[in-house]
């Protein structure tokens, strides 16, 4: 079974301290699919900002591959 990330990002909203001094970054890599489930061809898209530019949000090789990422 897939864990749920909501359910883990909820939990940590209300625990914010269980992060806290690890002086580790989180990287959560996901490809952007189509609603047939086929992989997206389409660029980045604009309401997610600029892909090389964005403080959270960014493409390491391919368009469809979204990298989040935390200091």
Not at 2 to 7: A, F, H, K, L, M
Not at 61 to 67: D, G, I, R
């Amino acid at each position: 079974m897939i864990p749920d990330v909501s359910q883990a990002l909820a939990w940590l909203e209300k625990h914010p301290q269980a992060l806290q001094g690890i002086q580790r970054g989180l990287e959560r890599e996901t490809l952007r699919v189509n609603a047939d489930g086929t992989l997206a061809t389409t660029g980045h898209p604009p309401a997610l900002g600029s892909a090389l530019t964005h403080k959270w949000i960014t493409t390491d090789f391919a368009e469809a591959l979204l990298e989040f990422i935390t200091q």
